[in-house]
């Protein structure tokens, strides 16, 4: 079964020549190699590349071991460049390397190599990026698969389709597996077994009760404002555990660092700045979600809206949390100051979308209840309410956009 990942392919062969080296990163499973190993070679050869001016070193592979000597490895590829056209250098799973930064930046120099490695686990990741290659590193970020990836190989109906996805999630095995059982276990066994013991290992984690439990509290709150501050608050009071905030932002950041949740912050939309804390995360993936819950809460209403950040990140979109202060009268006529939240505010270049998720609108009084914070906007960019009732998508008096989920998701151009 071949899954087309037309966007992520597009970023790979948009960076080619770039001068720099591509490094293809993202959470574990999410088909990295794959991407680069059978879409981008043969994208390559389709363009008329000869083989022997690929060279590919799969450094997972026990057989491959010698070259996970720097010195062997560079003398190996040396050894396949033979003139000066054009060479493709693409390794994967390059932490194994000792000093790779070392050989790849010995490529930075030479004109006729193009350079693509992947690196995940507890030696490579998204912060290594930045700082191993001097500045010349261009990171494309691999996520699980988008649902218009999934549904293009999901045998059923696209309700089928969406309710499978945002039990199960996006990552490529898990689609091909037959059975829920099968489903089940895999998801299982990768959280606990690859990236805990990632992390773990990167970070020398001794007590991980506690890094565990966050995880937990993080799974069962997303869509949720937190902070360090109130999440010591409920270990002391509900865990019985002393840990400090300032550990408990430090396990944030590294769960961010391993691609497993992103973090989303509050910005005021009239003053037009930042608010610290709190803040949102949601997971990159929603069956890593549910597995580490044991899939026992299965709320739509906050897996819709994980799912909808998910989508909007894929589009390359920064998403932020929207805060709307309004100073409105009370019952007795006196001034009071309220926050309305925008569930996400999203900046791609000069363009910006406000996007408000409601499961459902039942009436009209859940509809005003919804698009409130929107009408509290005064600007002239698109504001839009996404549902999953079955809807035509319309635009009301306000200039607000009501659209279905499935034309959110299937749509690459819907807002």
Known sequence: MEIKRDLLLKKLIDSKHNGM???????????????????????????????????????????NKALRDPDALLNYIDSRMTDQQMYYIL?????????????????????NADVYVTGSNSKFLSKDVITEFRGRGDEIRVAPLSFREFISVFQGSREKALEEYMLYGGLPKVVTFPTVEKKVEYLKQLFQKTYLTDIK????????????????????????????????????????????????????DILQDVFLVEKSVRYDIKGRKYIDTPSKYYFSDLGLRNARLNFRQYEETHLMENLIYNELRLRGMSVDVGVV?????????????????????????????????????????????????????NDSFKKFVITDDLISRYQDDDGITYMNIYEFLLNEDSL
Request: aromatic residues 8%.
């Open 91 to 111: 390794l994967d799973e390059v932490q194994h390397v000792v000093d790779f930064e070392d050989v790849l930046n010995s490529y930075l120099k030479l004109e």
């Open 21 to 63: 080296i591509k490094v293809v990163t993202g959470v574990r499973r999410s088909g990295k190699s794959y991407l680069l190993f059978n879409l981008f070679c043969q994208h390559l050869k389709e363009e008329g590349i000869a083989a022997d001016h690929i060279i590919k070193v799969d450094l997972e592979d026990r057989r």
């Open 201 to 252: 290992e990167r970070y020398k984690i001794k007590n991980d009760g506690d890094l565990e439990e966050l995880i937990d509290i993080i799974a069962s709150t997303i869509g949720g404002l937190t902070n360090p501050t109130k999440l010591e608050n409920t270990f002391l009071t509900v865990k019985h555990s002393d840990i400090s905030h300032t550990t408990i932002k430090s396990y944030l």
């Open 325 to 377: 202060v309004k100073h409105e009268k009370d019952a007795n006529g006196v001034s009071v100051r309220k926050q309305y939240e925008v569930d996400f505010v999203c900046n791609q270049g000069s363009q910006r979308y406000y996007i408000q998720s409601a499961l459902h609108l039942p009436s009209e009084e859940k509809r005003e209840q919804e698009v409130r914070s929107l009408k509290g906007i």
